[in-house]
């Protein structure tokens, strides 16, 4: 599971298969499901995502590059697919995090 994190970590910018992920970690796919169902108890998918959010808030912190920017650095495609994803799972907007975050250190 290791190797097919670290593949994650640093691909997560670009679009990603299982089937990528999977030969990674020099197993099948349906060993990989199995893996981080075991280890981590989400999907491959889900695991790409958390990163991706993790990633993007790290960079919404920073206050420095634009949403859209952000979205697209962090592989969501676009300004609207991330924001979609990111509401969905923080229960706001992004600019709405950013701006929460940069009053908390301000």
Do not use: N
């Not at 992920?21 to 981080?36: M, N, P």
């Not at 959010?53 to 592989?75: M, N, P, Y």
């Not at 676009?78 to 250190?105: A, W």
Request: proline share 3%; hydrophobic share 35%; net charge neutral.
């Amino acid at each position: 599971t290791k190797q097919m994190m670290i593949y994650i970590h640093e691909h997560y910018t670009e679009h990603i298969s299982v089937a990528d992920i999977a030969a990674a970690g020099f197993v099948s796919e349906r060993e990989c499901y199995r893996a981080f169902q075991s280890f981590l108890h989400t999907s491959p998918a889900e695991y790409i995502k958390s990163y991706r959010l993790q990633t993007a808030c790290k960079l919404l912190s920073d206050g420095k590059e634009s949403v859209t920017q952000i979205g697209l650095a962090c592989g969501f495609g676009s300004g609207s697919f991330f924001g979609k994803v990111f509401r969905d799972h923080f229960g706001m907007p992004p600019s709405e995090y950013r701006r929460e975050m940069l009053q908390k250190d301000g």
